[in-house]
């Protein structure tokens, strides 16, 4: 039961232009989101945050959007730089019973000159 | 502050045989996620630990277990291996506070020939 779903396995966005990687979570207990960004080779490294409270959260170029209606998150990269090419997870918690975090499968975001 | 670290980075073994994995969680965390994944696959959830108990598994089979000591460092073992347990090994620590992400290590590659 997948209840993190990244839709889109990759992405290819021109340098400059903006990215924007969906998740979809099925599961309405959940309460607090979270970006990672992974290269080949090494472990995930936390991006972005945001809690079901707020349905923004931006931190430079990146900026979180939280639909709860719809259980729907994406992220924005703007502008997408070459370096931003990795693989983009979405997690998600339901801090109300401490579980563990469940990731989406990914999505790889291609920057291109 | 020293991140979370996992030992070996590399590990081979062949068919059958057993393997051991280990990680560090980041000081005053209590809970250590392990995770695997495949090449080309997402993060596939394996194990979490919270002080020192087994709070959740995958859908793995038995031959995957492991175990939290006192200081809250994790051994993740993979019995009678298999080709297909060919895969990188994440490890990650929280605490459970609200708010809090998840860091990951930078995973062992674990190789079964």
């Known amino acids: 039961d997948q209840q993190v779903k990244q839709n889109s396995p990759s992405l290819s966005v021109q340098e400059g232009r903006i990215s924007i990687l969906n998740c979809d979570y099925t599961?309405?207990?959940?309460?607090?989101f979270l970006w990672y960004k992974k290269y080949p080779a090494e472990g995930p490294t936390f991006l972005i945050s945001?809690?079901?409270?707020?349905d923004k959260n931006e931190d430079g170029r990146f900026t979180v959007f939280l639909n709860k209606s719809a259980k729907h998150l994406s992220l924005h990269i703007v502008p997408s730089q070459p370096g931003d090419s990795a693989v983009y997870f979405c997690?998600?918690?339901?801090?109300?019973?401490?579980?563990?975090?469940?990731f989406g499968t990914g999505t790889r975001l291609q920057v291109t000159l | 502050e020293a991140g979370v670290t996992q030992s070996p980075t590399h590990l081979i073994k062949t068919r059958g045989q057993q393997a051991t994995l280990r990680c560090s969680p980041i000081?005053?965390?209590?809970?250590v996620y392990w995770y695997q994944q495949a090449l080309g696959l997402g993060l596939q959830f394996l194990l979490w630990?919270?002080?020192?108990?087994?709070?959740n598994r995958g859908n793995f089979p038995p031959r995957f277990s492991g175990r939290q000591f006192p200081n809250y460092s994790s051994e993740l073992n993979v019995n009678a291996l298999e080709l297909e347990d060919s895969a990188l090994y994440l490890c990650?620590?929280?605490?459970?506070?609200?708010?809090?992400?998840?860091?990951f290590g930078q995973g062992t590659r674990l190789t079964v020939v």
């Open positions: 990650a620590s929280s605490s459970l506070m609200y708010g809090s992400e998840a860091f």
């Open positions: 599961n309405s207990m959940f309460d607090y």
């Open positions: 945001i809690s079901s409270i707020k």
């Open positions: 997690a998600a918690r339901d801090t109300g019973t401490a579980s563990k975090l469940t």
């Open positions: 000081s005053g965390h209590t809970s």
């Open positions: 630990y919270d002080e020192g108990e087994e709070r």
